[in-house]
């Protein structure tokens, strides 16, 4: 054979020790839900797989979703093993699946083995393979020659309404031809004869659609479908209601009577097909009731039905409607996921306008689900609001979700320096994370919405919050971008009275510069210094630096040199080059004398520094400003080498006959 399945249970191609899986039989233990659904009760013992991996490899996770694509993908007997395996990694990354199909085949044996996986040998509903899947697998059992297995499916094919595809049948039929049952050829020729060869679920439904389309609903429409002989099945109603959804009142009176005249005891299938079909805006108390009828009959709405009504609703933006939607099914059996909770959110943000009902209600649904609301949900949602230009109406939200009780994330009350205990934790309710804080701040600042920044600062420091002080940071940006300034320096005092002193760097620095860009150096100057001596604040060193420059600019020599000893208290170097640049230009030597003196600790600074003013004032010009200077300066200044040569080197550069510089 050109291709082996070696991975199952090959007892010809390979000896048992050269598995990796051992093999053995017991009796069947159901693999999951869904294998323990589909077919009758046995006692069979069957060959299964001892294998640390098996049962990941049957896992929920996977057993509804990929069967039909195992079933597709094995079953084709014109697709080479290199095909089949670039389309199964593209549909899942799951290895055992991939290791299972690596060498498929048509050894009869693990074909068996194949079905009987698929079929479990316990009860069911059949719900996970449909009919397009049911024939693919039917195939593959008559190519191999698996007569019992064949009809078996054939029979609980018929009990779920599922036709058997001429595909099947000839692929059956050869293989019965050439292995000489006679007996299996008619009855496949009598099975076909019966019309079960093509589409009878697709057959019967259209013979059903047209006579209930023919002419208004009456008694003869009635006499002539009881006459027609059609089996009724779920998928047959379902295939109908589907068919009249163009004429929805004939579809439910349909839906009706074929219950009602003992042909069809509705189940969860065919009312989830007639809800999708009147979940329009025209029939919404029809839908209501069916729902609810459903419920009230044991039936869960089911996730596709969810999921195509709910994006129905959302956009014709029939948001009320959606929401009770969501309520409804997360109060069933069949919950939607959590990311639909965050979905409903954004869509209510961006509504015509910010409805908090609707709003505070799905939220209220979500929690009683046992979720919990997190930063990434509130990020987003607080962006589909920046998105319709509503971010000022973001406190709304946050009092919503404080108000609805999400409790907070213990690794978040660390984060903050919150120590979680069992006694107050109930009294923390909801709050964003610091990086959400500060762009939530930022964002309000920035755009000049004074009132609902202050709204949320009360947010952030109310007695069920932890307020983060790299929130103070970027709410004093926002102000000082949109130019309220005063705003800025209310919120740095609330900064330090909430012990933000040693995070109030960053602040002090923001502040500090926009005074500074508005020609404000003096009013920055009693900020720092007041942070400082009466909060003991400690500023970078890029604050003194840059505040130092613009007093100076404005001609602030003392206040300049003030910053000199706190610089020195919090271990700074000094500042020396806008104090040169200054005096030499425009400073009296007074004040060169005043600078030298506050920029040490020592009685005198070194010559280095010296030497660096003295050059400083001739490359400016000012040589009588650097005599008068050199006068002033202690003996060993006026006495010291390198000046004298420096002087000496300034006369003859200059070419006249200037005073000489003498030791005093």
């Given amino acids: 054979m050109r291709n082996q399945w070696r991975l199952l249970l090959l007892r010809r191609c390979k000896p048992l020790s050269d598995l990796q899986y051992k093999v053995h039989s017991s009796p069947l233990l159901p693999l999951s839900p869904f294998i323990s659904q589909i077919t009758p009760h046995s006692r069979t013992p069957t060959t299964h797989f001892q294998n640390p991996n098996f049962t990941r490899f049957f896992s929920s996770s996977l057993q509804s979703n990929i069967t039909p694509t195992l079933i597709e993908l094995y079953s ?11 389309e199964l990694e593209s549909k899942t990354n799951d290895n055992n699946i991939i290791e299972l199909f690596k060498n498929r085949g048509s050894d009869p044996e693990a074909g068996r083995v194949f079905y009987e996986w698929v079929m479990g040998k316990e009860d069911g509903d059949f719900t996970d393979l449909r009919s397009n899947s049911c024939n693919q697998l039917l195939g593959m059992l008559g190519a191999n020659g698996l007569v019992k297995e064949f009809w078996g499916l054939v029979e609980v094919m018929k009990k779920k309404g599922y036709g058997v595809k001429k595909g099947a049948l000839v692929r059956a039929m050869e293989r019965f031809e050439k292995d000489g049952l006679e007996g299996d050829v008619q009855r496949l020729k009598d099975l076909f004869a019966l019309g079960s060869g093509g589409d009878s679920v697709e057959k019967d439904s259209s013979r059903v ?13 009635e006499n002539k479908l009881k006459g027609m002989g059609v089996v009724y099945s779920g998928d047959l109603v379902k295939s109908v209601l589907e068919n009249l959804g163009t004429d929805l009142n004939k579809a439910v009176i349909f839906f009706r009577w074929v219950e009602e005249s003992g042909l069809w005891i509705h189940d969860e299938k065919t009312y989830n097909a007639i ?28 996730k596709g039905t969810y999921v195509r009504v709910l994006n129905q609703f959302v956009k014709k933006r029939m948001l009320k409607d959606a929401v009770e939607l969501y309520a409804f099914a997360m109060g069933g059996n069949v919950k939607p996921s959590v990311q639909d909770c965050t979905f409903l959110l954004k869509k209510i943000a961006t509504g015509e306008k910010l409805d908090m009902d609707l709003f505070s209600k799905v939220l ?70 610091e990086n959400l804080q500060s762009k939530i701040g930022f964002q309000l600042s920035k755009n000049g919405e004074t009132e609902e920044a202050g709204k949320f600062l009360d947010f952030v420091e109310g007695p069920r919050t932890i307020p983060s002080y790299k929130t103070f940071g970027s709410l004093i940006k926002g102000y000082c971008l949109s130019g309220h300034l005063d705003k800025a320096c209310d919120c740095f005092e609330k900064l330090i009275e909430n012990g933000g002193s040693s995070y109030a760097g960053y602040a002090l620095e923001t502040l500090t510069n926009a005074y500074c860009s508005k020609e404000r150096a003096n009013e920055a100057y009693k900020l720092l210094a007041n942070a400082v001596t009466e909060n003991e604040v400690k500023p970078w060193h890029t604050t003194y630096k840059l505040l130092i420059s613009k007093l100076l600019d404005q001609g602030l020599f003392k206040e300049a040199t003030d910053l000199f000893a706190p610089m020195k208290a919090h271990g700074y170097p000094p500042y020396l080059d806008p104090f040169v640049k200054y005096v030499s230009k425009t400073g009296t030597t007074d004040e060169t004398v005043m600078f030298l003196k506050a920029m040490t600790y020592k009685k ?19 040589h009588n400003q650097a005599q008068d200077f050199l006068s002033k300066c202690p003996r060993y200044i006026r006495n010291h080498v390198d000046v004298l040569t420096l002087f000496s080197s300034m006369k003859l550069a200059k070419g006249t006959a200037g005073p000489t510089p003498v030791a005093a």
């Fill in 275 to 302: 809800a999708r079909e009147v979940a329009r805006e025209e029939c919404l108390d029809k839908f209501w009731r069916l729902i609810d009828e459903m419920r009230d009959a044991g039936f869960d709405l089911e």
């Fill in 209 to 221: 659609c047209k006579v209930v389309r023919a002419v208004p609903w009456g008694e003869d429409v």
């Fill in 76 to 86: 084709d007997p014109h697709k080479s093993n290199e095909a089949v395996m670039l």
């Fill in 604 to 622: 005198v600074p070194s010559t280095a520094v010296y030497l660096r003013v003295f050059k400083a004032y001739f490359k400016a010009g000012r």
């Fill in 364 to 433: 209220t649904v979500y929690k009683e689900g046992e979720n919990t609301l997190t930063n990434a949900a509130l990020d987003s949602v607080l962006k589909s609001l920046t998105s319709v230009g509503r971010f000022n109406e973001c406190n709304k939200i946050l009092r919503a979700m404080e108000e609805v009780g999400f409790p907070p994330d213990e690794n978040l009350l660390l984060e903050v320096g919150f120590i979680p205990d069992e006694n107050l934790l109930g009294e923390v309710g909801f709050f964003p994370d």
